[in-house]
């Protein structure tokens, strides 16, 4: 079955960290641009991270600039995003989706959607 599986999300402090990993079965990884999104209650859907497949380039969107990083390890097929200085308003169901690699960093299209994983932010 080809399938993405997020994990890693939970409950945490603001301050704190989690590290989310998004694994890829049924087809390699390493071929793919991967994007990490999320979506918080009554929001749009927005990229925050991506990671290219050609030359391990990344994107950052401006909020996450300096607290998150986007890494794949392409032996455990799999990519990972750790989550540092974690804020309230970082609430939000958290995908990741792995499409053609594009001449920019992003994928421009998707073949492949995660379930999301759930990070609530809250003290």
């Known amino acids: 079955q080809l399938q993405l599986v997020e994990s890693g999300g939970g409950l945490v402090q603001p301050g704190g960290s989690l590290r989310l990993s998004c694994a890829a079965s049924?087809?390699?990884?390493?071929?793919?641009?991967i994007d990490w999104l999320r979506q918080a209650p009554g929001k749009e859907r927005e990229r925050i991270s991506c990671i290219s497949s050609r030359d391990g380039s990344t994107y950052y969107e401006d909020s996450v600039k300096g607290r998150f990083t986007i890494s794949r390890d392409n032996a455990k097929n799999t990519v990972y995003l750790q989550m540092n200085s974690l804020k309230p308003e970082d609430t939000a169901v958290y995908l990741c989706?792995?499409?053609?690699?594009?001449?920019?960093?992003?994928?421009?299209?998707?073949?492949?959607w995660g379930q999301g994983t759930q990070v609530t932010v809250s003290s």
């Open positions: 989706a792995a499409g053609p690699q594009s001449r920019s960093t992003c994928p421009w299209e998707y073949d492949y």
């Open positions: 049924g087809f390699t990884l390493d071929d793919y641009a």
